[in-house]
């Protein structure tokens, strides 16, 4: 599975991102979905993540309610609707899927990434 993070860029404090990720492969419908983010000086972490079939989904707490992850299986893509960004939400965001089972917020589980998008979130 080959992996394609698009949608980033500079938004005001308060704006919106819609961040999607492509993937290349016959895997994507027995993948779950995953983003995370990375900003500098700190660890990859989960941001929200998509069960295979899409019926099920999971959030970093803190970001339930403003974030909405969702896949279209037949065009292979996860999308992740950002709203109401925050400074702090000033990252790269990344695409991951993952094949076998455990939890979603697990790095390790996953087993393609993509390459990273930037969002940067000003005052």
């Known amino acids: 599975v080959q992996l394609q993070a698009s949608g980033g860029g500079l938004v005001q404090a308060g704006g919106s991102l819609r961040l999607s990720c492509a993937a290349s492969?016959?895997?994507?419908?027995?993948?779950?979905m995953g983003w995370f983010r990375q900003a500098p000086g700190k660890e990859r972490d989960i941001v929200a993540a998509?069960?295979?079939?899409?019926?099920?989904?999971y959030y970093l707490g803190s970001l339930k309610g403003r974030f909405t992850i969702s896949r279209d299986n037949a065009k292979n893509t996860v999308y992740l609707q950002m709203n109401s960004l925050k400074p702090e939400d000033t990252a790269v965001y990344y695409c991951a899927a993952k094949m076998r089972g455990g939890s979603y917020y697990t790095t390790g589980l996953y087993d393609y990434w993509g390459q990273g998008t930037q969002v940067t979130v000003s005052s």
């Open positions: 492969g016959r895997t994507f419908s027995n993948s779950d």
């Open positions: 998509v069960s295979r079939s899409g019926s099920s989904t």
